[in-house]
Each structure stands twice: as structure tokens, then as C-alpha cells.
């Protein structure tokens, strides 16, 4: 009985992780864990309650375990709950902020939780700079499609291009053509060196669009983490008219106030993440660094229609950036969008058929076409 107890406990304490901020000490892949897969998970908790009934003689104790293990239960199958909720909104949220599209899929289908995702796409690689290479996915079956372009997290000193790479190839296989690129990392390469790598990048694709069959003048960035704020960045301060819009994936967008709101003891030591990315705080020495590297400090007339989303409980990255962002987006009138996961952490769109994985597909979907009206 005791065994169960702790079973019981153990399993509670994982689903928990859907309803509370993963505690600094624990790798937050555990609630990503939780978050995402937990409608799997919930078999735990139905197996418990099982055994305990067929196993244990005191009922005293089995109610016990099955109070335990309901919990679990409850908290397993949260996200799918709350998926549910945000599909009923978002299409409406979505034709609000960047007007109509007509998609064949659902923002969310429980049948889709059983999905296996398609074999991975083998890109092509290419050079777009010295020792700077992109993977490129063509689009599946579309001539002049769209090209999305993807740059990874990683703290600003870490990842690389083969970031969630079936992410890239479900972009591919739905009519998108991608390039996954890469940068150079602090400490050895401080910012501005990833907004010049991006903007290296966007010129070399747009002077090969022709050869690899896509629009030069359809691009849509797109980052998640570190990358979402090179992305944002890079869309807010270059006037390119190429860039059609913009989505960033819990990501910092005013690193002043990352900075203002970052301890040496939080899971990332993001303070020394910015003194490696950015040089040091954010003192007069830096203003112009700082400036450059905020996306929400730059937002004008001109920038492009975004699309943010972002986790409630994500540990790594506060979600009030992405939501002081999209309150400046619409303070200054700019197409946005704001989908917010109440039970989600960092990288949850990682299992696309995971909850968190069906609505950023949908989203990301219906904002590319929207944005590049096809």
C-alpha cells in the first residue's frame, strides 16, 4: 500500500505542473511533460485508482488513493480542457485581428491527440554566409509560396538550426516553404551580430527565392524563445516590405525590463545570459544595445501584423512580455494577436498534436495565410 501512496504522490506532484510554475530546482521538461502528453499521462492516475480497488482491503485507503489519483487525473486532462475553451475563441480572435481565412483544420480536435506526426522532411542545406548556414524546406505542392523564416532559441549562446526540425517540415508539408537558420552565439558574438546574421539571411533568400520556389516578397519571421526575440526585432527594425509579418514564441521583448525582472537564481541565469548577449546591464554605456534589441521599443507605424503566444506558467520567459507586447502592438494600432496557454511552459508547441501543439498550428496557419492573403 505504501508503494501505491507514493506512486499516487509522485504522480499528483507531475500533474501539478499543469496548474503551478515548475519550481527553479526541477528541469521544467517536466511540465512541458505534464502540459503536453498528459492525456496520455492520465493512464497513470486510471491505473492507480484500479489496482487500488482490486488490490488494497481497506476501503479507507483506497478512497485515499483514489482522491490522490483523481487529482492527478484532473489536472492530466487540464490542458485538453482548457484547448477546448481557447478553440471556441480563437478563430473569432484571429479573423479580428488579421481578418478572415478559411482553413481545413480545426483549432483543436481531440481525435488529433491520437495523431502520429509525418515522417521528418530532409532539407537542403546552404550557405547564406560565411560559416552561416540555413536548412531549407521546400513548400509541398505550391508554387511561390510563402517562405517562413525560423531562428531558433537557445539562451542567445546555445541552439541551432535543427531546432524542432518537425516543426519545420509540418510548416512544409502544409504549403510553406521554410529556412531554419543559424547564428552566431554570445559570449564570442554579442548583439547586433544575430540581427545582421538575420538580415544576412533574408537578403540571400530573397536573391535565391527564384531558384527555390518561393515568393521573395512573402516572408513571414518566426522565432521561439532567444530566436522570437531576434525575429521580433529584426521585423520591428528593418522597413523591408518583404516582411509580412512576424510570429514569436515566448520570447523577451523590452530586454531592459528582462532585465528589471531577471535574478542570478532563476532557471536560467538570465542576468548572465544578457551580460553575455547584450554586454552588460542596461546603463548608458548600453541605451543604444538595449534600444536595438527590444522589439516593443520600437514599434511604429510601419511595423508588421504579429502573432504571440505564450504559456501562463512558463518559468523560462515571463509571459508579461508577450503581453506588454501586444498591448503596445495595440496602442500603436498594429495587427496582433496575443493566444496565451494557461497551463503551458516553454516549447509547447514540441508535440504537434499535444494541445499546446494544435492550437499554435492553427494559429500559425492562419496568420501566415492572412498575412500573405493567400
Known amino acids: 500500500m505504501l508503494f501505491l501512496l507514493v506512486c499516487a504522490i509522485l504522480v499528483l506532484g507531475l500533474s501539478l505542473l499543469t496548474v503551478w510554475p515548475v519550481p527553479v530546482r526541477v528541469n521544467w521538461k ?40 483523481g487529482a492527478a487525473l484532473g489536472c492530466f486532462l487540464k490542458p485538453v480542457i482548457q484547448a477546448r475553451q481557447i478553440a471556441g475563441r480563437l478563430p473569432e480572435a484571429l479573423t479580428e485581428a488579421f481578418g478572415p481565412v478559411r482553413l481545413n483544420m480545426p ?18 542545406i546552404y550557405e547564406y554566409a560565411p560559416g552561416r548556414q540555413l536548412d531549407f524546406y521546400p513548400a509541398a505542392g505550391v508554387g511561390s509560396a510563402p517562405c517562413i523564416v525560423v531562428i531558433h532559441g537557445g539562451g542567445w549562446d546555445g541552439g541551432d538550426r535543427t531546432e524542432i526540425a518537425h516543426f519545420n517540415a509540418w510548416l512544409a508539408h502544409a504549403g510553406y516553404a521554410v529556412a531554419a537558420i543559424d547564428y552566431r552565439l554570445a559570449p564570442r558574438h554579442p548583439w547586433p551580430a544575430q540581427h545582421e546574421d538575420a538580415r544576412l539571411a533574408l537578403a540571400w533568400l530573397q536573391a535565391n527565392a527564384p531558384k527555390l520556389g518561393f515568393a521573395a516578397d512573402q516572408l ?16 520591428c527594425t528593418v522597413p523591408d516590405p518583404a516582411i509580412r509579418g512576424i510570429i514569436s514564441l515566448y520570447a523577451p521583448q523590452d530586454m531592459p525590463f528582462a532585465w528589471s525582472v531577471s535574478r542570478e537564481d532563476d532557471a536560467l541565469n538570465s542576468l548572465q545570459l544578457m551580460r ?5 546591464p542596461p546603463d548608458e554605456n ?8 527590444s522589439a516593443q521599443l520600437n514599434v511604429n507605424a510601419t511595423t508588421p501584423p504579429m502573432l504571440l503566444l505564450h504559456g501562463t506558467i512558463d518559468t523560462l520567459v515571463w509571459r508579461r512580455h508577450s503581453e506588454r507586447m501586444a498591448a503596445r502592438l495595440q496602442e500603436a494600432g498594429r495587427p496582433c494577436a496575443f493566444v496565451e496557454l494557461p497551463w503551458a511552459t516553454h516549447a509547447f508547441e514540441y508535440n504537434l498534436s499535444g494541445p499546446g ?4 498550428r492553427f494559429a500559425v496557419q492562419w496568420f501566415v495565410d492572412a498575412v500573405t492573403r493567400r
Not at 38 to 60: D, K, N, T
Not at 276 to 280: D, M, N, S
Open 107 to 124: 483549432p483543436f480536435s481531440l481525435l488529433a491527440l491520437l495523431n502520429r506526426p509525418k515522417a521528418i522532411m530532409r532539407p537542403a
Open 357 to 360: 501543439g494544435q492550437l499554435t
Open 286 to 293: 548600453r541605451r543604444e544595445l538595449y534600444h536595438s534589441a
Open 220 to 235: 513571414v519571421l518566426c522565432g521561439r524563445s532567444a530566436g522570437g526575440q531576434i525575429a521580433a526585432a529584426v521585423g
Open 30 to 69: 517536466f511540465a512541458l511533460l505534464a502540459g503536453e502528453y498528459g492525456h496520455w499521462l492520465a493512464a497513470l492516475p486510471l491505473a492507480l485508482i484500479v489496482i487500488g480497488w482490486s488490490v488494497v482491503e481497506s476501503p479507507g485507503w483506497s478512497w485515499l488513493l483514489t482522491l490522490l489519483a
Open 276 to 280: 553575455q548577449y547584450l554586454g552588460g
